[in-house]
């Protein structure tokens, strides 16, 4: 009770250190909590995302690139795929399912895909998880129709029976107006993959939009493949990018995500590494906050001497003022941490649709305040030392 | 019976800037019963807070034995010297030395916090007992110089100390509040059955105490200084 007393009475003395300790302590707490759960969440929602896909097939180019232009819908198409292909791979014995997609228009910067009914009525995005509708129903193939994901039709206000037109090309430009129209039929429910920011058309619909190639009417950016094996995945695999050179198989969905990750793994480090140091340098912090006050505290201490205080006691007392401002820091730390996860959390969700979740558990939760309160009670054995080694009879001036 | 505090052959000396070392106190023989009141009349300098220092364990004598009670300070280490200075000493600074940063009660229960351990009602009785029980929240600095006296005073005798050590309790005192303060320091002691060892250069202070000894009698270390 005593040591509580001595504590809080501490703190209160030197109330505008303690808070600007603290808020250092939680700015730094924040931020590795935000990187570490940032980094994590995304690695696994990247490489598990695949929409209820386990590959895809488009032209011949990069994997990632195709990955993240038909799954994630980021990137440029790296090229077109014919009608055949698609019909070939169709009806593949290894491929359970097969869905086409064609990109290459936008509305106000959100991507229009051309696909057909099949991937709202078969295709599960998750396990036990199909595409639903929050208001309205899919589209007719036949019609100009469209499906919008939730995310685009809160962002663009678009609701049941809007009539939008497309623009030409994956950015937005007001020049590159399509003529036709088309009428909004159905928003989808929330599913937290990029499909939410995708406004979606019948296939047919895109392929034959006014200003494009009509000769290319046809043709396809891509084919989402779900298989029945995974051995197959490495037939096609071998098939299409092994012995072909006109197509790229990009399987597993999950793999080539994960090589992403791994070709910027640096990012992450030298981010990490970063959030670590700004947590040490504010660990240091309560060392100097402490130690400076240190001078003021000396005739305190000094007069706890002489009432009978231990040296041992009073050298608690620092250290566990340090961990309480370690604590207090790490308390306010929470805030932060949701502050700049729930921003980036918006940040990833509006440009690729992926969604986190800041409130998710995760072990850095519990470790980082742990270990932050550690360094921090560490850092306040220096001037626990000095308070330990403070000279009662010196500091009880004057001397008679 | 034995005295409360019987000192035998108590030295401390110092070493000077220069090297040299200097012996303060030394002092042959001293004692004080249980509940006497005695003063000791020394000059500014003269080893007086040393002494007091010595007999609270603040100091550690460097040869002699300082008993109080059945136990010896001087014989002690640091812990237990800070153990038997919480249990059975209390001790009352010219500067009165409250803690600012908190109020006048915890002041007073941190007197026995590291003794016999805090108790919020006695801490509460003894600050009612010398007429503060209406300034139980207020921090030192909100108090008047002889107010802030009187918390020392409560807080030096809060933890039922068996000898009270005053170091020029009245030397920041006004002479009114001097000789209420004396008056307080000396009827408290008494009502709580302390022994009361006060050093003082102030003759008003001195001529209230039927037991007055000159430091530089007790104290050896000052007559060889001015021979």
Not at chain 1, 122 to 127: N, S
Not at chain 1, 148 to 153: E, M
Not at chain 1, 241 to 259: H, S, V
Not at chain 2, 157 to 174: I, Y
């Amino acid at each position: 009770m005593t040591l509580l007393l001595i504590l809080r009475r501490s703190l209160r003395q030197h109330a505008l250190s303690t808070t600007i300790t603290a808020l250092s302590i939680a700015l730094a707490g924040g931020l590795l909590m935000s990187v570490w759960v940032v980094k994590e969440q995304s690695q696994t929602a990247f490489t598990q995302v695949n929409t209820g896909f386990d590959a895809v097939l488009g032209a011949r180019g990069s994997k990632l690139q195709l990955v993240l232009n038909a799954i994630f819908h980021l990137e440029a198409s790296p090229g077109n795929l014919e009608a055949k292909d698609y019909e070939f791979i169709r009806r593949h014995p290894a491929v359970k399912r097969a869905i086409p997609i064609a990109v290459g228009d936008n509305l106000r910067g959100y991507r229009i895909v051309g696909t057909v009914p099949e991937l709202f009525t078969d295709v599960e995005y998750a396990p036990g998880k199909k595409f639903s509708f929050a208001v309205g129903k899919l589209f007719n193939p036949a019609a100009n129709e469209a499906v919008v994901g939730s995310f685009v039709a809160r962002k663009l206000g678009l609701r049941v029976g809007d009539v939008f037109h497309p623009f030409h090309g994956l950015t937005y430009d007001e020049q590159n107006q399509h003529a036709e129209t088309y009428r909004v039929t159905g928003v989808l429910a929330p599913s937290g993959t990029p499909a939410d920011k995708v406004v979606w058309i019948p296939l047919n619909g895109l392929q034959t939009m006014s200003g494009h190639d009509a000769r290319a009417a046809d043709e396809l950016s891509a084919v989402l493949i779900q298989l029945r094996s995974p051995s197959a995945g490495f037939m096609l695999d071998l098939m299409y990018n092994k012995q072909g050179n006109r197509l790229t198989f990009a399987y597993p969905i999950g793999a080539i995500m994960a090589e992403l990750f791994g070709k910027i793994g640096w990012f992450d480090k030298v981010l990490t590494l970063i959030a670590y140091l700004v947590a040490l340098v504010s660990a240091a912090g309560v060392l100097v906050a402490i130690y400076n006050s240190m001078a003021a505290r000396r005739r305190d201490i000094a007069i706890l001497r002489a009432l009978g205080a231990g040296r041992g006691l009073l050298f608690g007392a620092i250290v566990l003022e340090a961990a309480t401002i370690g604590a207090i820091g790490m308390i306010a730390a929470f805030g932060v941490y949701l502050a700049i996860a729930t921003a980036v959390a918006a940040v990833i969700r509006a440009q690729t649709g992926v969604l986190l979740d800041p409130f998710a558990r995760n072990a850095i939760m519990l470790w980082a305040p742990l270990g932050m309160i550690a360094l921090c009670a560490l850092c306040g054995l220096l001037p626990a030392w000095k308070a330990y080694r403070t000279d009662v009879a010196e500091n009880l001036a004057p001397v008679s | 019976m034995p005295p409360l505090l019987f000192i035998s052959s108590l030295r401390k000396t110092f070493v000077a800037p220069d090297g040299a070392k200097r012996t303060i106190v030394d002092v042959p023989e001293f004692a004080l019963d249980a509940g006497q009141q005695v003063a000791v009349r020394g000059e500014s300098g003269s080893g007086k807070t040393t002494f007091l220092h010595l007999i609270a364990g603040i100091l550690a004598a460097d040869a002699g034995s300082i008993r109080i009670g059945e136990r010896d300070m001087a014989a002690l280490n640091e812990h237990a010297r800070d153990r038997l200075r919480a249990e059975s000493i209390g001790y009352i600074f010219q500067t009165f030395n409250l803690l600012q940063g908190y109020t006048c009660l915890e002041n007073v229960m941190l007197g026995m916090a590291f003794g016999r351990g805090a108790d919020r009602a006695h801490a509460a009785a003894m600050l009612e007992r010398v007429g503060l029980s209406h300034r139980l929240r207020d921090r030192p600095r909100q108090l008047s110089t002889g107010q802030q006296q009187r918390v020392a005073v409560a807080r030096a005798l809060a933890s039922r100390p068996r000898l009270v050590l005053a170091d020029e309790p009245t030397g920041n005192l006004d002479h009114r509040n001097a000789r209420e303060s004396l008056a307080l320091i000396r009827e408290t002691c008494r009502e709580n059955g302390a022994a009361l060892l006060l050093v003082s250069h102030d003759p008003g202070v001195l001529g209230a105490f039927e037991h007055v000894h000159d430091f530089a009698e007790i104290n050896r270390a000052m007559k060889e200084a001015a021979s």
